[in-house]
């Protein structure tokens, strides 16, 4: 797979391209869940019903809706009608506090919120702080059917702007308000030009288990409606109906989390299962340990394994095809061509090849900045001699004479013990090699000696024959002097995002309480 260069002037709106597939392939399935399916020609009808009843309500361009639920197809076309409208759409969290979304919806500046029933629990105790929203912002209706159900569906006679918003993504903030990442109708244009090597056309299926008010999912689901294929979307991922709908609808294309990967491999079906159908699958939003990647190589090698790296602030962008480059596994692959990456020291000078320092990385896929918040984009931003601005990941990495990039830590997360740097991906990786141990993670302690010390936190494959005190002597035996774990501490599931990230935050505040 390859992604090209696309000039950021040439490119087309992609509501535009989904009522040409109405037009080409009005038969063809574009959507569908458990529940429902929609043909192109049903879909681009649904979409102006949408966009004309958001209109007759008064909803202007750029200005923003908020949806809250479970993936569906009624989700899916709001989100796409929204657009048809020339709004911008605000896709919530459902793991979000009831007062962390009104902060939300609040700084979206959204007009309308759309919640379905098994999360309006959440939102009733804040409604009165919803201070955004149109006076029937909050209109109790039975069905998105409800909503549409005397609108026109005449086609929208609205000319996108290439400068409006396209999607506010809420990242997942640590404290605080999460801060609001605004992509506009350019940044997911070039998006679509920049992945023709996914090899998408009206014929492939694509099967989307994780959340789509994430970016994990949206690049997939956007890029596969954006090339005229079906998307197929799960509400909740569990092993045994993925790999059903895999089997059943000779699944072309899926993105799936490490975590996910890792859930089927344990699964004995997935030896059973005929996924011959799979030309693409890929794995994102948190490292995938090279024992996983070489585990699905040999069991799953259908569609092959891409990995792919980057920010839903954009600018960085690296692939690596594991299947082409089983040497380089513990990488996370090679910049894109649209990706200029760079290695800075703390004083913000760049690198040379092969020092280690903060990746940071420009292209024509990025953000227009965290909504409302300027002092926290100028932060976020690195600027080269041409004054050209880069996004800083907070991840530390280096790159290889080859070209790929080797991560060890985000920023924030580096032990220092002695004044040594220690990279808990390097103790990481010591600890999952051991046979005993299923997964690991490793945070930085106070230590009155050293300043900071490494402690590991791990999943056994059997609890009750768990030695700790061996294992961290087993992995000290492993380990530099100065990389030495002070303590391990058994746990029964490491704590993660949906995206499948270590939440490290939580193990910290585990340390502390313990």
């Given at each position: 797979m390859s992604q090209a260069a696309v000039s950021e002037n040439h490119v087309t709106d992609l509501d535009i391209y989904l009522g040409e597939y109405a037009a080409a392939y009005p038969d063809l399935i574009a959507l569908a869940d458990d529940n429902t399916q929609l043909s192109w020609q049903q879909l681009d009808r649904c979409l102006n019903k949408i966009a004309n009843q958001l209109i007759a309500l008064g909803i202007k361009p750029d200005e923003r809706i908020a949806i809250l639920g479970r993936n569906s197809v009624d989700y899916a076309t709001l989100f796409l009608g929204g657009l048809r409208a020339g709004v911008c759409i605000a896709p919530l969290s459902t793991l979000a506090s009831s007062e962390t979304l009104a902060a939300m919806i609040n700084d979206s500046g959204a007009k309308l919120l759309f919640v379905s029933d098994d999360y309006r629990e959440l939102i009733e105790p804040v409604a009165d702080q919803l201070t955004a929203l149109l006076p029937n912002g909050l209109k109790r209706l039975e069905s998105?059917?409800?909503?549409?159900?005397?609108?026109?569906?005449?086609?929208?006679?609205?000319?996108?702007?290439?400068?409006?918003?396209?999607?506010?993504?809420?990242?997942?903030?640590?404290?605080?308000?999460?801060?609001?990442?605004?992509?506009?109708?350019?940044?997911?244009?070039?998006?679509?030009?920049?992945?023709?090597?996914?090899?998408?056309?009206?014929?492939?299926?694509?099967?989307?288990?994780?959340?789509?008010?994430?970016?994990?999912?949206?690049?997939?689901?956007?890029?596969?409606?954006?090339?005229?294929?079906?998307?197929?979307?799960?509400?909740?991922f569990n092993t045994q109906e993925y790999l059903a709908h895999c089997e059943k609808k000779k699944i072309t294309h899926t993105v799936l989390v490490p975590v996910q990967y890792e859930r089927l491999l344990k699964d004995p079906a997935l030896d059973t299962t005929d996924l011959s159908s799979f030309a693409f699958k890929c794995s994102t939003s948190a490292p995938l340990h090279k024992p996983v990647k070489q585990e699905l190589l040999?069991?799953?090698?259908?569609?092959?394994?891409?990995?792919?790296?980057?920010?839903?602030?954009?600018?960085?962008?690296?692939?690596?095809?594991?299947?082409?480059?089983?040497?380089?596994?513990?990488?996370?692959?090679?910049?894109?061509?649209?990706?200029?990456?760079?290695?800075?020291?703390?004083?913000?000078?760049?690198?040379?090849?092969?020092?280690?320092?903060?990746?940071?990385?420009?292209?024509?896929?990025?953000?227009?900045?965290?909504?409302?918040?300027?002092?926290?984009?100028?932060?976020?931003?690195?600027?080269?001699?041409?004054?050209?601005?880069?996004?800083?990941?907070?991840?530390?990495?280096?790159?290889?004479?080859?070209?790929?990039?080797?991560?060890?830590d985000r920023k924030k997360d580096v032990i220092i013990s002695g004044g040594f740097n220690i990279y808990a991906i390097d103790l990481e990786k010591v600890l999952l090699s051991h046979p005993d141990i299923a997964d690991a993670a490793v945070i930085a302690a106070p230590s009155e000696q050293w300043g900071e010390t490494p402690v590991a936190f791990v999943v056994m494959v059997n609890k009750s024959e768990a030695d700790v005190e061996a294992l961290r002597q087993w992995a000290n035996s492993q380990l530099g002097k100065a990389q030495r774990i002070s303590e391990v501490k058994m746990i029964d599931e490491l704590p993660r995002s949906p995206i499948g990230k270590v939440l490290k935050r939580e193990l910290r505040d585990e340390m502390v309480s313990s």
């Open positions: 998105l059917d409800e909503f549409i159900a005397d609108a026109s569906a005449e086609k929208v006679t609205i000319e996108p702007d290439l400068d409006w918003g396209f999607n506010l993504i809420y990242s997942s903030g640590t404290t605080g308000i999460p801060k609001g990442i605004l992509h506009n109708r350019r940044y997911r244009a070039v998006e679509r030009e920049c992945l023709p090597g996914l090899a998408i056309d009206k014929n492939s299926r694509t099967l989307l288990s994780t959340p789509l008010y994430s970016n994990t999912t949206l690049f997939l689901f956007l890029a596969t409606l954006g090339y005229g294929g079906s998307v197929y979307l799960m509400e909740k040999k069991r799953w090698p259908e569609g092959g394994l891409w990995e792919f790296y980057g920010m839903t602030e954009g600018g960085l962008n690296c692939a690596l095809a594991a299947h082409d480059y089983p040497d380089k596994l513990d990488t996370v692959g090679q910049p894109t061509a649209d990706c200029d990456l760079r290695v800075i020291d703390e004083q913000g000078k760049q690198l040379p090849q092969g020092e280690i320092g903060e990746v940071v990385g420009h292209g024509n896929r990025m953000m227009v900045g965290y909504h409302n918040r300027p002092e926290a984009t100028e932060e976020s931003s690195w600027y080269d001699m041409d004054g050209r601005r880069f996004q800083k990941s907070g991840d530390i990495g280096w790159i290889d004479e080859e070209g790929f990039l080797h991560l060890l």
